[in-house]
């Protein structure tokens, strides 16, 4: 085969495992104690009390697989306060342990930076984060809520000149199987027919673990379950039903900007598990099939009866049978309703 045509496919490959790549890049915003509990983050994380010193970190890489990437370059970042008012905040280089693409351990360049929750309400941190070899720049936002039934500020325009998603719901409180809805605008205009991206968080040993299912059990093509996808409508608006507990990424993209680099809008929503808790019943379980079981049983033996009754001068068991019948019956159709 001719080398050129073999260069040629190679780095067709290349560049279509690339692209592949680049579609579950995110900037991560966690807030957290330490950077040794950076990657335990929790909904609770995302709650403050007033006073309260937050520390934000922000990494990049893959959330659904728990891939580390180096930082290219510092972010900026600011906080707006539920009052309006906007504090510019001075990132610190730092680095977090992970794994790379490889699986293979190590440690990569990373940011975090402080700021003190001086009001009740919701504080919404921004983060601007470059990335030359990804061709990305995303803006992504967390909301840090404070104070009991403080509900305001999470829905603020604070990217207005960038991409950006708004959300119509409140993005705290929210249980698993809520559905997400918001807004995706584009230097104040609505993004029309937008690719939104939407990817949970893992730690590293449920994301080894659950890529490895996944790539078993659907080989044919596996990130499809990683990132997921839907598209903004002609006003902009996008839905989508956050089905687990954790830390979930929701991205809108405008595909490429005057310098042909893609804008995204990232917003970080913490979704808790189902509450109150369904309780599981002491009381042990019928299936569907050994009602059923029981119910044919029954008819059976209410057949063998009614046809001895036809010898016999009475048939006061026959009455019986049928009553069991109806109660096997009406349990039947009462699990098959649930």
Known sequence: MDKRIITIAFTALLLIACTGIAGAHFTMVFPSDSEATVWDVTPEDYIATLGETKTVYVMWGHP????????????????????????????????????????????????????????????????????????????????????????????TEVAKEQTEVIPYVRPYGMEEGFVFSGNAKYKGKVLRGATVEIEQYHTLELGKGIVEVA????????????????????????????????????CAAKESDTEGRTIRGVFIVPVLRAFPPVEESSTPSISTAELQKAVNEAKQAAADAKGAAEEASSTPGFGIILSVIGILGALLFA????
């Not at 659904?64 to 970042?77: D, G, T, V």
């Open 64 to 155: 659904y697989e728990h891939i580390s990437f180096n930082m290219a370059s510092a972010p900026e970042i600011s906080v707006t306060k539920p009052d309006g008012t906007v504090e510019q905040l001075t990132p610190e280089q730092i680095t977090v342990t992970g794994q790379n693409e490889e699986g293979t351990a190590g440690e990569f360049t990373a940011y975090k930076a402080s700021f003190i929750v001086d009001q009740d309400g919701d504080s919404i941190v921004l983060v601007k984060y470059d990335d030359p070899d990804e061709n990305l720049i995303d803006y992504c936002k967390i909301v840090i809520h404070c104070g009991e039934e403080t509900w305001y500020g999470w829905d």
């Open 215 to 250: 790539e078993k059990k659907f080989s044919y093509d596996p990130p499809m379950v990683f990132t997921r996808q839907t598209t903004t409508n002609q006003n902009g608006d996008f839905s989508y039903t956050l089905d687990e507990p954790g830390i979930w990424f929701v």
């Open 335 to 338: 699990t098959r309703k649930r």
